[in-house]
């Protein structure tokens, strides 16, 4: 193996350490602890577990959780009634309501009610318009994540080319928004792309956030290329016992890449420091003061 191999739970590591001295600042000089409110409706097992991680990491920040169980029959008006409640009370600075939510209620409905400046997931359209404008809003958490992680790999990414593949609105189009924005140039590829392979091929970075297994084969990375790896795909092996994969296959990618993330271990790990961030930055904008360093 030739790539270096990002480390996502050190660097999320790193990110929790600040974000931990930041909240400390805030509380010492302004009296202010940010609190994050998580909305979760049923019982999702795999949402259950994000959530009380979200729970445990935020708690171990020094920030407040606020944790909001709903019933899975829950009406969207009941819903968008909580979040109402939410953006209104001055102790919680940010709202992420787990997704995805049951299949009777809407949940751009219920996203556009989070207000924009408590949307610590991005996702509220102001968010991403202002993303695409280059304005000041929430950044979803997972590109963000990736973002910083390029950045402190590569430093500067101008003149670099991108390439995304999968263009969701969580991951790849504010991926690849943010990728413009560090004056890259961004191809996104998707279902629907012609000779994927060659777009993959030209790329200096190769961002992949589809939810195939392996989809993105080791051959088709450019010699020295940085490759994030964004998806979590379980699989049963052989002898019956499930892994976690990506959406890269990893081995032969490590042989031709310049630097790579694993699977786990890469970017799932930053997603939730990259939240308690954001979390502390939405509290610092709502109450007008400068961010700490
Ligand atoms: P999604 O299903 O919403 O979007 C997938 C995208 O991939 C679509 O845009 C689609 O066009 C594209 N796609 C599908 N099949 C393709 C193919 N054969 N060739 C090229 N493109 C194809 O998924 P998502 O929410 O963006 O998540 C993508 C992956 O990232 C999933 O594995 C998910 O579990 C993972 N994920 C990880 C984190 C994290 O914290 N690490 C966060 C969010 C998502």
């Known amino acids: 193996m030739t790539a270096s191999i990002i480390d996502g739970k050190a660097f999320a590591a790193n990110v929790k350490e600040t974000v931990a001295r930041k909240v400390e600042t805030l ?9 994050l409110a998580v909305v979760l409706v049923g019982e999702d097992p795999a949402s259950q577990v994000y959530v009380r991680n979200k729970n445990k990491s935020t708690v171990a920040a020094g920030m407040n959780s606020f944790e909001h169980l709903m019933n899975d029959d829950v009406s969207e008006a009941d819903l968008i009634a909580k979040v109402n409640e939410l953006n209104n009370d001055p102790a919680v600075h940010g709202i992420l309501v787990q997704l995805p939510l049951p299949k009777h209620i809407n949940e751009a409905a219920v996203i556009e009610s989070i207000s924009p400046e408590k949307d610590v997931d991005g996702f509220h359209v102001i968010n991403s318009g202002l993303l695409a404008t280059g304005g000041k809003g929430m950044v979803p958490c997972t590109p963000l994540g990736c973002i910083m992680m390029l950045k ?12 995304v593949v999968g263009r969701s609105n969580i991951v790849g189009n504010p991926m690849a928004q943010l990728l413009l924005n560090e004056s890259c140039t961004v191809t996104i590829a998707h279902s ?6 060659d777009v993959v091929r030209r790329a200096d970075i190769v961002v992949a956030a589809v939810g195939v297994p392996e989809l993105v084969k080791g051959d088709w990375i450019k010699e020295g290329a940085t490759v994030i790896d964004v998806g979590i795909n379980r699989i049963t092996k052989d002898d019956g016992k499930t892994k976690l994969v990506g959406d890269v296959e990893f081995d032969s990618a490590a042989e031709r890449a310049g630097a790579i993330t694993p699977v786990p271990g890469g970017v799932g790990p930053m ?3 990259v939240l308690l961030a954001n979390t502390v930055t939405a509290a610092c904008r709502q109450a007008g003061i400068e961010e700490p360093a």
């Not at 509380?27 to 609190?35: E, F, R, W």
């Not at 629907?192 to 392979?197: G, L, S």
């Open 27 to 35: 509380k010492n000089d302004h009296d202010l602890t940010p609190g």
């Open 152 to 163: 402190d790999k590569l430093g500067n990414l101008s003149g670099l080319d991108a390439v």
């Open 192 to 197: 629907r792309t012609k000779n994927i392979e």
């Open 271 to 273: 997603t939730i420091a």
